[in-house]
C-alpha cells in the first residue's frame, strides 16, 4: 500500500453531509450563502471540504481559496492577500465613484470584482485562524451576496465573532461533523488498508481511532512505518502494541506534556487504572488537579451505571502513559490505587482483579483469595495474559491445584500450548506425591489435560489415555472422566454415543459434567443430522455455558458456535449467518481467540451456501490465522478446507494451491478430531476438479462420505454428497445415499437425495423443482447450478425427441431465466455444474431475461423502463414475448415459475 493511499483515506460516512451541502450550494443566487463545517480536530472537516470542492470544480465552478493561518494573526487581511488585486485604479476615478476611504472598503471593492459571480465560491480552511479584518471583510461579501462561502472551523478553537456570525446571522448553512460510528470507522479501515482486516486488528484500531480519520490515519501509517501490521493469509493484522508506533508517540505526545508534578501523576495513574469512580479519583488525585486536566481535554468524567467515574479522554493516551510511566512511579502508584479501592469499601467483579493486579505489581503481602477471584474475574474477561500471571501468584503463595489450573487454562487461551502441557503435567505428579491430594483433583487436572490435547494438539488418543490413566474411585469423579471420554467418541465421528450423553446430560449433578455430556451429544446429533433434537439441547445448555471457566471452557466457548452449525445445516442460511456474526462480534470485546476463529469459521461455511466464495475466501483465511496463532489445530485444517473450495469455486488455482500448501503442512493424524473433517475432503476435491483430475476428487469425496456413514455421521456425509453431485459424481451420490440415508426429517437431506436422482435422470422438471428449493433456502450458487442443469437436461431432451418442442423451449427459457436471476446474487463463481450447463438453449433474449427477472422482483413496468432507458410501451412488449415463450400468463405465474412450491 503506497503512502499517497494513507494519506489520502477514501471519504467515508458522509454522504448524508455531502447532500446537505450540495443542497445548500444549489439554490438560486441569490439565497446562496454557502456551508460553514465546524467540527473537532482530525475529524474529517477537511477532507469533506476537498470532496465539495472538487465536485463544484468539476461542474464548472471557480473557486477561490483564502489561506487562514495561526502565523499571520494579528496580520490584517492576511488571508486575503492573494486574493485582493492591486489598489491602484485601472480607470479615471469620477465623481459618482469615489475612492474607498479606508483599507477595508478597498479590500472589499478589490475583493467583490475577484470572487463575486454566480457560480464562483470562496473557499476557507480553517476559519477559526482568520485575523479579525479578514473575517469581517468575509462576512460582508457573504451578508451582501456576493460569494457563497465553504469554511471549514474547528469547534474548540474560539473563532473571531465575524465567523460565528456567518451562520448565526448571515445565512451560511452550518453542518456539524460528529466522529464517524464504529461500523463506518471499520469501514475505513478496510478501505485504507486496502483488504480484509482481521476482527481484533479490527477492534483495536477503532477504539484507539475514536472516530477521529485523521488519527485513524496516523496509526495505520505508524503501524506500517514501524513493521507492526502485517498481511499473512491475505488479513491484515496488528502484530505488536500501538504504543511502539513513533509517529503516534510524537502526534499524541505534546498533548500529555505535565509542567506540574501533580497533574502528571494524575495522568498517570488514570492510565494505569483506565478509569476510576469520582470520589477515589479525587482521593489519589485531588478535584484541584482533575479540573485543570479536564479544562485541558485530556481527563472526562462518563456516567456508568449511575455511577460517575473518572477516565483519559482518548484510549491512546492510557497506552502512551502506561508505557512511558518509569517503574518506581509504577509501584508507587499502584499501591496507593489499591489502597483507595479497599478503603472505600467491598469490591465487585473488575475491581477485584484490578485491586489483586495492584497489588501485584506494587508489593507486599499477597492474599491468595483474593488473587484467586481476580484470576477468575481476568478469565472471564478473556484477559488471559493477566490471568496467568495472577494465577501463577496465588500458586506460589499456596494456592495448589486450584490456581495452577487457573494458569494452565489461561496458557492454552494465549495459545501456549506447549507450556500449557508442561504446567498440566507438573500438575499431575505434584497431585499423585502431594498430601492432601485425592480424586477430585487429579482427575480435574487429567481433564485438563485431555481438553488441551485434544482441542489444541489435535490428538484424541493422547486425550483418552490421559484420562484412563486416572484411577479414580469416587462416583463423581468416574462419571466426570466417562463424560469426556463420550464427547472424545463423539470427536471421531461416533454418533453411538447420542444416547448415553443425553442420559448423562438429564442426570449430571456439576455445570461441568453437564457441559462435557451436551458436548457430546450435540455434536453426535449434528453430525447424525437430527437437528430438531439438537435444538432443543443448545437452547437448554447455552445459558449453561455462558462464562462458564472450569476445565470445559473452550467447550463452552463452542456452543454458540455449534448454534451456528445448526442453523447452516438446516438450512436457515439467515439465522446461521445473525448468529455466526453475533458469536464473532461477542468475541472481540472482550477478546476471544478460540470463539473468534470458530466464529470465522462459520462466516465462511454461511458465505459459501449463500454463493458468495470471495467472501467466504476472506473469513475462512481469518480463521485460519487465529487458529494457527492460538494453536487450535483442528480449525487450522478445517478452515484450510474452506479455502480450498472458496477458492476452486472462484477459479483462482493460485489461492487455492496455497491453501493446499497450507494443509499439507499442517494434516490431521490418525487421531486427530474429524468433527469437520468432510469440510477437508470437499475442499480437495474441489481443488482436484480446478486442476482437472475430478475422478480423483470424486474418489477422495465419495471415501469420506462412506467413512462418515459407517460411524452414523450420515447428516454430515450428506453435505459431501451434495458436492459430489456439484461435482459430476450424481450416479455415485445416488448409490451413497441409498447405503446411507439422511434422516427423514431433514429438510436439506430430503433435497439432497431429490437433486442426486434428478441429476443422474437428467430429469429436468425434478432439477427445476430442486433449484426452486435452494433459492427458497437462500442458497442462490446451488440454485443456479440446479437450474443450469435443468436448462441443458431440457435443451438435449428435446434434440433428441424426447419432449415436447414448445414445451422444452419454456422449460429451458424458465430455468435459463432462474439460473440468471440467482447467479445475479453471487459473487462471480465458476463451478464445474454451470460450466457443464451452459449450452446455447432458445428462449428469451438479453433484453428480455433482463426485463422479466426485475418483473419478477416486483419492478414496475415504469421502475424498469426508467432505469433501462426504454418507454413503457417497449417494457411491456418485451415482457408479454417473454410471457409468450415462458408460457405463462403474466406477472403472478412469473414469479411461481421462478419460486418454491
Not at 496463532?629 to 478445517?638: A, E, N, S, T
Not at 484450510?640 to 488455482?653: K, N, T, V, Y
Request: charged letters at 20%.
Amino acid at each position: 500500500m503506497s503512502r499517497e493511499a494513507v494519506d489520502q483515506p477514501p471519504m467515508v460516512g458522509r454522504q448524508d453531509e455531502l447532500r446537505a451541502i450540495r443542497a445548500a450550494l444549489s439554490g438560486p443566487p441569490t439565497h446562496r450563502r454557502g456551508v460553514l463545517i465546524a467540527g473537532s480536530a482530525g475529524v474529517g472537516k477537511t477532507r469533506l471540504a476537498q470532496e465539495v470542492a472538487a465536485g463544484l470544480a468539476a461542474a464548472g465552478w471557480r473557486l477561490s481559496r483564502a489561506h487562514a493561518s495561526g502565523s499571520g494573526t494579528g496580520l490584517p487581511l492576511a488571508a486575503l492577500a492573494g486574493l485582493i488585486p492591486p489598489l491602484t485604479p485601472t480607470r479615471p476615478l469620477t465623481p459618482t465613484t469615489p475612492p474607498p476611504s479606508t483599507p477595508v472598503q478597498r479590500a472589499l471593492a478589490g475583493l467583490r470584482a475577484a470572487v463575486g459571480g454566480t457560480r464562483n465560491v470562496l473557499v476557507i480552511d480553517d476559519a477559526h485562524l482568520l485575523d479579525e479584518v479578514s473575517a469581517a471583510v468575509v462576512h460582508q461579501l457573504v451578508a451582501d451576496g456576493t460569494v457563497p462561502v465553504l469554511v471549514t472551523v474547528r469547534t474548540d478553537e474560539p473563532a473571531p465573532d465575524a465567523v460565528t456570525a456567518l451562520w448565526k446571522d448571515a445565512g451560511v448553512h452550518r453542518i456539524d461533523l460528529a466522529p464517524l460510528s464504529p461500523p463506518q470507522t471499520e469501514t475505513l479501515v478496510v478501505a485504507v488498508l486496502g483488504g480484509p482486516v482481521e476482527g481484533r486488528t479490527l477492534r483495536r484500531l477503532r477504539d484507539a481511532a475514536a472516530g477521529n480519520p485523521l488519527l485513524l490515519r496516523e496509526l495505520i501509517t505508524s503501524a506500517r512505518e514501524a513493521g507492526l501490521i502485517d498481511r499473512p493469509a491475505g488479513i491484515w493484522r496488528l502484530a505488536g502494541p500501538l504504543d511502539a508506533a513513533p509517529r503516534l508517540t510524537e502526534l499524541l505526545g505534546s498533548r500529555l506534556t505535565a509542567a506540574d508534578p501533580a497533574e502528571r501523576d494524575a495522568l498517570e495513574l488514570l492510565a494505569l487504572s483506565q478509569h476510576l469512580p469520582l470520589p477515589a479519583a479525587v482521593a489519589v488525585a485531588g478535584s484541584a488537579t482533575l479540573e485543570a486536566l479536564e479544562r485541558r481535554g485530556l481527563v472526562t468524567v462518563a456516567t456508568v451505571d449511575g455511577q460517575q467515574i473518572v477516565q483519559l479522554s482518548h484510549p491512546l493516551y492510557a497506552e502512551m502513559l502506561r508505557a512511558a510511566t518509569p517503574e518506581l512511579a509504577r509501584l508507587r502508584h499502584s499501591r496507593r490505587l489499591a489502597d483507595t479501592l479497599e478503603a472505600a469499601g467491598q469490591l465487585h467483579g473488575a475491581d477485584v482483579m484490578r485491586v489483586a493486579l495492584w497489588r501485584l505489581d506494587g508489593g507486599g503481602d499477597i492474599d491468595v483469595d483474593l488473587m484467586l477471584a481476580a484470576a477468575r474475574e481476568a478469565a472471564y474477561l478473556r484477559e488471559y495474559e493477566l490471568a496467568a500471571r495472577l494465577g501463577q501468584r496465588a500458586y506460589e503463595a499456596g494456592g495448589a491445584v486450584t490456581a495452577g489450573l487457573a494458569v494452565v487454562r489461561a496458557l492454552f487461551q494465549q495459545g501456549r500450548l506447549d507450556e500449557a502441557v508442561r504446567r498440566s503435567a507438573e500438575l499431575s505428579r505434584s497431585a499423585v506425591t502431594g498430601p492432601g491430594h485425592g480424586d477430585a483433583e487429579r482427575t480435574q487436572i487429567a481433564i485438563q489435560l485431555a481438553v488441551i490435547l485434544v482441542h489444541g494438539a489435535d490428538d484424541v488418543a493422547a486425550a483418552r489415555a490421559t484420562l484412563d490413566a486416572v484411577a479414580a474411585t469416587e462416583p463423581g469423579c468416574r462419571e466426570q472422566l466417562d463424560a469426556v471420554r463420550l464427547y472424545l467418541r463423539a470427536y471421531r465421528l461416533d454418533c453411538s454415543v447420542v444416547t448415553p450423553a443425553l442420559a448423562l446430560f438429564h442426570t449430571a449433578g456439576s455445570v461441568d459434567l453437564r457441559l462435557a455430556a451436551a458436548g457430546a451429544a450435540s455434536c453426535g446429533l449434528l453430525l447424525a443430522g437430527r437437528f430438531t433434537e439438537a435444538d432443543k439441547l443448545l437452547a437448554d445448555v447455552v445459558p449453561v455455558a455462558h462464562r462458564h471457566i472450569g476445565p470445559g471452557q473452550v467447550q463452552s466457548d463452542g456452543f454458540p458456535a455449534a448454534v451456528a452449525s445448526l442453523l447452516v445445516d438446516l438450512p436457515d442460511v439467515a439465522g446461521a449467518l445473525a448468529a455466526a456474526e453475533s458469536t464473532y462480534r461477542a468475541s472481540l470485546q472482550p477478546p476471544d481467540r478460540v470463539g473468534q476463529a470458530l466464529a470465522a469459521f462459520f462466516l465462511a461455511k454461511v458465505a459459501l451456501l449463500r454463493g458468495r466464495p470471495a467472501t467466504a475466501l476472506r473469513w475462512a483465511n481469518e480463521a485460519y490465522l487465529v487458529a494457527d496463532d492460538v494453536q487450535l489445530r483442528g480449525v487450522r485444517r478445517w478452515a484450510a478446507g474452506l479455502r480450498l473450495q472458496a477458492a476452486a469455486q472462484l477459479g483462482d488455482l493460485t489461492t487455492a494451491g496455497q491453501a493446499a500448501a497450507d494443509l499439507d503442512r499442517h494434516p490431521g493424524g490418525p487421531d486427530g478430531v474429524r468433527l469437520f473433517d468432510i469440510e477437508v475432503a470437499r475442499g480437495r476435491a474441489w481443488l482436484a476438479t480446478l486442476t482437472g483430475d475430478t475422478d480423483h476428487g470424486l474418489r477422495l469425496l465419495e471415501q469420506e462420505v462412506v467413512r462418515h456413514g459407517t460411524t452414523g455421521a450420515v447428516g454430515a456425509g450428506t453435505l459431501g454428497v451434495l458436492d459430489l453431485i456439484r461435482l459430476g459424481g450424481a450416479t455415485v451420490a445416488v448409490r451413497l445415499l441409498t447405503d446411507h440415508p439422511p434422516p427423514d426429517r431433514w429438510t436439506l437431506g430430503r433435497v439432497v437425495v431429490d437433486y442426486a436422482t434428478a441429476a443422474a435422470d437428467r430429469d429436468a422438471a425434478g432439477l427445476l423443482r430442486v433449484a426452486r428449493d435452494f433459492s427458497g433456502y437462500g442458497m442462490p450458487l446451488h440454485a443456479a447450478e440446479a437450474a443450469t442443469l435443468a436448462t441443458a437436461a431440457t435443451t438435449s431432451g428435446a434434440a433428441s425427441g424426447a419432449g415436447a418442442g414448445a414445451g422444452a423451449g419454456r422449460a429451458a427459457a424458465t430455468a435459463r431465466l432462474l439460473a440468471d436471476r440467482e447467479l445475479a446474487r453471487c459473487e462471480q463463481p465458476t463451478t464445474p455444474a454451470l460450466r457443464r450447463g451452459r449450452r446455447p438453449a432458445a428462449g428469451l433474449t438479453g433484453r428480455e431475461r433482463e426485463v422479466a427477472l426485475a418483473a419478477a422482483d416486483g419492478e414496475s413496468t415504469r421502475e424498469i423502463a426508467a432505469r433501462l432507458h426504454l418507454s413503457a410501451r417497449t417494457v411491456e412488449n418485451h415482457l408479454h414475448r417473454a410471457y409468450t415463450k415462458l408460457g405463462v400468463a403474466g406477472r403472478a405465474e412469473l414469479r411461481a415459475a421462478l419460486i418454491s412450491r
